[in-house]
């Protein structure tokens, strides 16, 4: 078997285009990816898609490519407050009380919708073990807090436990401006804000860089843990109770959550880092650091780029290991040059009514727009795969300005896509390996391999495509065929459904028998169904128009 291609991708901290070679992954020829997942206490974006789009077309990208590929995408239920610091609210609470539900109610209810709405764009997300929630690693959180708290590398205040800044000033950090401190070696700051010059609210820290790991909480906290109640901390608990005044801080038996940054470490060392489910015990970090990294490519919004990743990459190295070798971002989805705020009212979802989600979507978007689309289409929203099909033509590393205007061009184009694949008629598919002898596959795998060129490569495959209409050459059809299964995902080859072929089979029998006036009744019958009939000199084809209705 020969070995995979390698990977070009931007790196955020490196701040440049890294390689990715197979023989030198933490595991030969396979590719361990991790990815920050939704808080599930509300609807996730159309922003929150790209996050979720990024990984899954590097995955699909790499096993194109010949990786083997662990992936795990997080589901984040607890310790995301309202603040991406260390104020305010938890957010899962915030949302059970919002709407009058249990924190379990909100997490499943958010938590399909989520996946609802990556079907409908054609993602794979991970499920299962590779689909963790931070509720499940409680006890990994607990241990991490604790034992850099036994080490002296955090500290214990009135409100909770925090990784100590200047205790852990000798790291190995990347080479980037959020890491400054480190980087600089300044064992003394006396500034009172932190390098994004926002003000630090947190008095209990004694540093502005300092995180919580552990936050305390009330009772009356939906969510909320003791370390006496998980006998795996009770060695920790008595080597940093020998050094505690009781009187001062009743640890054992306060309530508390986990801090956000930390659930991903957890998860990345127990569904990555062990082979299996690992056992948890104090011992539990110490097993990574063997290994010159526990994956190889940690992906995410920007946003994540100057807090919550900079605190993960902080908390395993005072852990002894190094977390991940890569850290790829996509950027920010603008949405008419501005960022999405529910007071600019431009918050949109993939999938979802107005009424019933309070937000506007690509299914269901607002009224003028409705109004436009019927009056020019006779449609009343657009296909979400017009939305994938926009992630593609705008490169990861870019921002992307999504307008109404600019998504019915790539719904035009998706359009133009379907009726051009609709002309190729159904060719049975052959196998992976021959495709990939087929010419051409070679040059679109290097555009795909080279930082996921996908605005290259739809230029390449549009022309292929329109090339293999005038040739019919079985191969080139063939490897159209494939990529769109594997890569693009756009329904172009989509299957008929038997209502749809019956339709189909009684307009030709209509127009044999030259009554086009039932003819007609039945393509416009197809085209209320959401699909497209269109009639040419050797014969027709059909490809779907509004598959949001599927």
Known sequence: MSKPKTLQLYDSYKKTRIVIDPDNTVKPNTLKIYSCGPTVYNYQTIGNMRAAWLPDTITKVAKLAGWQVEWTLNITDVGHLTS???????????????????????????????????????????????????????????????????????????DGIYFDTLANINLEVPN?????????????????????????????????????????????????????????????????????????????????????????????????????KPIVNTKFFEQFASLPFVIDLHTGGEDHIDVHH???????????????????????????????????????????????TGFYSITNPPNQIVEKLQAKYQISGFDPLSYRLMLFEHHYTEQLNFTWEKLEQSQARLWNLRKEASKLGRVELINKT????????????????????????????????????KSKDENLINLLIFLEKEILKLNLFPKIPTQIQELTNQRIQAKQQKDFIKADQIRNQITSLGWQMDDYPWGWGIWIRNGHQF
């Open 84 to 158: 991406d610091g260390d104020e305010g609210e938890d957010k899962i609470e915030k949302g059970a009380k919002r709407e009058g539900k249990s924190v379990q109610e909100i997490i499943d209810f958010y938590t399909a919708n989520y996946r609802k709405q990556t079907e409908a764009l054609n993602l794979n997300v991970p499920q299962g073990f590779h689909n963790p929630r931070a509720t499940q690693y409680i006890k990994e959180q607990m241990i991490l807090a604790l034992q850099l708290l036994a080490e002296k590398k955090a500290y214990l205040t009135n």
């Open 176 to 276: 980037h401006p959020v890491f400054e401190i480190y980087n600089h070696k300044l064992h003394k700051q006396t500034s009172s804000k932190n390098y994004t010059g926002r003000d630090i609210l947190q008095t209990n820290k004694k540093h502005p860089d300092d995180f919580a790991l552990w936050k305390f909480v009330s009772e009356k906290n939906l969510q909320k843990w003791k370390f006496n109640e998980v006998e795996e901390t009770e060695e920790l608990m008595i080597r940093i109770l020998q050094n505690l005044d009781p009187k001062d801080y009743d640890l054992p038996n306060r309530y508390g959550c986990p801090g956000w940054h930390s659930e991903c470490v957890c998860m990345i060392c127990g569904t990555l880092g062990a082979k299996g």
């Open 310 to 356: 900079k605190n993960e990459i902080l908390q395993a190295e005072a852990l002894g290991f190094h977390l991940s070798k890569n850290w790829v971002h996509n950027k920010f989805v603008m949405v008419d040059g501005r960022k999405m705020s529910k007071s600019l009212g431009n918050v949109y979802l993939v999938t979802g009514k107005y009424e019933d």
């Open 434 to 469: 021959e495709v990939q002898k087929i010419s051409d596959f070679d040059q679109l795998l290097d555009i795909l391999t080279d930082n996921l060129n996908f605005p290259k490569f739809l230029e390449e495959y549009q022309s292929l495509l329109l090339d293999a209409t």
